[in-house]
C-alpha cells in the first residue's frame, strides 16, 4: 500500500513534471546548518529532503539531524539509508532501496532484512526502489560493491530498470555517485525512461541548472542534488534555479 509521502510524491510529479529532492549528507552536518539548510531548500521549492550518506556509522548522529531537519520543515524528510545505521525514527518515510547491481547480497536484500524489523517499529512508511550505479559509480558503489554499468552500455541500465520494476519497486534511482564529474548521460535516461512505467530518479554530479535541464528533458522525473547543498554559497540562487528549470524543463505531462 502505498503511504502519504509517496502518494505526495507522485502527484508532485504529475502536477510538476519532474521534481527535486535536496540531499543532506548528516556527516556533513551539524544540527543547526542542517536545519538552516532544509529550512532553505523548502523556500526553494523542493519537493523533499533526503538524509543519508554511503559511510554513516552513527545512528544517534543521524537521529539529532533529522530531528532539527523535521522541526525545520514542512516537506517530508525520506531517509535514503547506506545501512542499518541510515535509519532513524525521527523520519517520514525510508527508500525501502535494494543496490540491483551489487556483487554482495548483503545490499541487495541482507540489510533490508535486518532492518525491516526496525522499519516496522518506528512505524517509517517505506518506499521501494531500486538502485542502481553507473559511470565512475562514486564511494557507494565501492561501498556497496556495486560494479557500476558503463555510460555507453545503457542497454544495461535498461535490464536493471526493468528487474526493478518488475519486482513491483516503485521507484528507479539511476546513481551516478555523488561528487562525480559526469552525471548519468542523456541517452542512458532516455531510455530507460522509455522501457519502464515508474519513475525515475537520476542523481550524482548535478551542478548546474543546464545539467538539470538535460536530465529533466531526456526523461527524468525528479533529480537529486547532494553536493552542491553543502557547499558555501546562496542556496536560493543555486536550488531555486534548479528547481525551477527541473518544473518548468519538463515536457512529458
Ligand atoms: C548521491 O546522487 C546523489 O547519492 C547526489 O550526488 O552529491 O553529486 O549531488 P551529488
Not at 523533499?48 to 533529522?66: R, Y
Request: with cysteine.
Amino acid at each position: 500500500m502505498r503511504g502519504q509521502v509517496e502518494k505526495y510524491l507522485l502527484n508532485k510529479i504529475q502536477k510538476d513534471g519532474a521534481i527535486h529532492f535536496a540531499l543532506l549528507d548528516p556527516e556533513e552536518f551539524s544540527s543547526e546548518p542542517a536545519a538552516k539548510t532544509a529550512r532553505e531548500v523548502e523556500l526553494c521549492g523542493t519537493a523533499a529532503v533526503m538524509v543519508g550518506g554511503s559511510t554513516i556509522v552513527s545512528t544517534p548522529h543521524l537521529d539529532v539531524i533529522v530531528k532539527a531537519i523535521k522541526k525545520a520543515v514542512k516537506i517530508p524528510v525520506i531517509l535514503f539509508p547506506n545501512n542499518i545505521t541510515g535509519i532513524s525514527r525521527y523520519a517520514d518515510a525510508i527508500w525501502f532501496m535494494s543496490l540491483l547491481n551489487s556483487s554482495d547480497p548483503y545490499f541487495i536484500a541482507g540489510v533490508q532484512v535486518l532492518g525491516a524489523p526496525i522499519i516496522r517499529k518506528y512505524g517509517l512508511e517505506t518506499i521501494p526502489l531500486g538502485y542502481v550505479t553507473v559511470g565512475e559509480g562514486g564511494t557507494v558503489s565501492v561501498v556497496g560493491r556495486a560494479c557500476p554499468i558503463p555510460h555507453d552500455k545503457p542497454e544495461l541500465a535498461v535490464a536493471h530498470a526493468l528487474a526493478a520494476q518488475y519486482f513491483g519497486m516503485r521507484f528507479v534511482y539511476l546513481e551516478g555517485g555523488s561528487g562525480v564529474k559526469q552525471p548519468v548521460p542523456n541517452t542512458m535516461i532516455r531510455m530507460v525512461k522509455g522501457a519502464i512505467n515508474i519513475p525515475l530518479i537520476v542523481g550524482g554530479g548535478i551542478r548546474t541548472v543546464e545539467q538539470a535541464r538535460n536530465l529533466v528533458g531526456a526523461g527524468a522525473d525528479a533529480v537529486v542534488t547532494g553536493t552542491i547543498t553543502e557547499e558555501e554559497g546562496n542556496l536560493r540562487d543555486k536550488i531555486g534555479a534548479i528547481v525551477a528549470c527541473v518544473k518548468s524543463g519538463s515536457t512529458k505531462y
